[in-house]
């Protein structure tokens, strides 16, 4: 499970892991609708849990956060690791969303948290 938390003043992010779903169980503390997402636009103030199923071949992949509705996006990434992996994450990062001022799909994602 990962819990991510936007505690920042100003800047929505959005989160994915390299090859994996990520299964939406915890928004603000209250249980959700357990819905799976590619990526996840966290606003701030925002607090989800999300779970990860390791089911991929064993590698690493790429864990990114990116900012959204910035002139500049600012991208972060860390790596997830599975125990028997001998290989390092491959391939390009993750691509966020395709327009970074795409208001109208981070609401609509937002709407299916129940």
């Given at each position: 499970m990962f819990r991510i938390s936007n505690?920042?003043?100003?800047?929505?992010?959005?989160?994915?892991?390299?090859g994996h779903?990520?299964?939406?169980?915890?928004?603000?503390?209250?249980?959700?609708?357990?819905?799976?997402?590619d990526s996840l636009d966290v606003h701030v103030g925002q607090s989800v849990a999300v779970l990860v199923?390791?089911?991929?071949?064993?590698?690493?992949?790429?864990?990114v956060a990116s900012t959204r509705f910035t002139e500049t996006p600012l991208t972060t990434t860390?790596?997830?690791?599975?125990a028997n992996s001998f290989s390092s994450a491959l391939g390009p990062v993750p691509a966020?969303?395709?327009?970074?001022?795409?208001?109208?799909?981070?609401?609509?994602?937002?709407?299916?948290?129940?």
């Open positions: 505690v920042g003043l100003s800047t929505s992010i959005n989160f994915r892991i390299q779903t990520l299964k939406l169980v915890e928004v603000e503390g209250s249980h959700t609708v357990q819905n799976l997402y199923t390791l089911n991929q071949p064993p590698k690493d992949y790429y864990i860390a790596v997830l690791h599975y966020p969303p395709v327009d970074k001022y795409d208001f109208d799909w981070s609401m609509k994602q937002a709407r299916t948290y129940r």
